[in-house]
């Protein structure tokens, strides 16, 4: 029962969608009308306010990270996978919005840098490397979740890959329309509007 009161305390706080909270608070406008209506950085970005697009990252990859330290701290390694699973999943499918979430992208980092720092870098290195030469977000966002299982093969955490396999499935199904768009050519730039 305790585990899953953590793994519940995991996908209460990744439910929280600060995209939101933070466009409503400075009065940005509603950010479901805006650009793709997705709740993350990226689309907090096309209000044209940096500062607010930097603190939904932080605080979307924060929740995670939070998640799954508490969970490691209180309940050991093993519950803290499936709670920063339930961040995730959380963050993508959260009650509040009748599980209409986000694609989970920053969630997905911030847990994965806390389960496994070094993994967490290399897919972080994996969407700046994408973006850096494309300048396409969801395709950043594709490669990096594309690549992360293998990072945790390859960097020798074997036992992190079903959640990694599943955050991977969760992020290509939450991109479909993205992925619709990349294969049509529509998809913005991070330079042109949606
Ligand atoms: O993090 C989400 C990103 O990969 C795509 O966002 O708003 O361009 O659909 P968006």
């Known amino acids: 029962i305790t585990s899953a009161?953590?793994?519940?305390?995991?996908?209460?706080?990744?439910?929280?969608?600060?995209?939101?909270?933070?466009?409503?608070?400075?009065?940005?406008?509603?950010?479901?009308?805006?650009?793709?209506?997705?709740?993350?950085?990226?689309?907090?970005?096309?209000?044209?306010?940096?500062?607010?697009?930097?603190?939904?990252?932080?605080?979307?990859?924060?929740?995670?990270?939070?998640?799954?330290?508490?969970?490691?701290?209180?309940?050991?390694p093993q519950i803290a996978h499936w709670a920063g699973l339930a961040a995730f999943v959380g963050h993508c499918f959260p009650v509040w919005l009748r599980?209409?979430?986000?694609?989970?992208?920053?969630?997905?980092?911030?847990?994965?840098?806390?389960?496994?720092?070094?993994?967490?870098?290399?897919?972080?290195?994996?969407?700046?490397?994408?973006?850096?030469?494309?300048?396409?977000?969801?395709?950043?966002?594709l490669a990096a979740a594309a690549a992360t299982p293998i990072w945790m093969w390859v960097l020798d955490y074997p036992n992190l890959v079903p959640v990694g396999l599943i955050m991977t499935g969760v992020i290509f199904w939450r991109h479909r329309q993205n992925i619709e768009r990349l294969r049509a050519g529509t998809e913005p730039t991070l330079r042109r509007k949606l």
């Open 5 to 76: 009161l953590w793994i519940a305390l995991g996908y209460l706080l990744g439910s929280v969608p600060f995209g939101l909270v933070i466009t409503r608070a400075l009065g940005l406008g509603d950010l479901r009308k805006i650009g793709s209506g997705n709740i993350g950085a990226t689309n907090v970005l096309r209000t044209g306010n940096k500062p607010a697009a930097a603190a939904t990252l932080i605080l979307d990859a924060g929740k995670g990270a939070i998640a799954v330290g508490i969970v490691h701290v209180m309940s050991g």
């Open 99 to 141: 599980f209409h979430g986000g694609k989970g992208v920053a969630t997905f980092l911030g847990t994965v840098l806390a389960l496994a720092w070094p993994v967490g870098l290399a897919a972080c290195a994996t969407w700046l490397a994408v973006v850096g030469v494309v300048r396409i977000s969801s395709l950043g966002a």
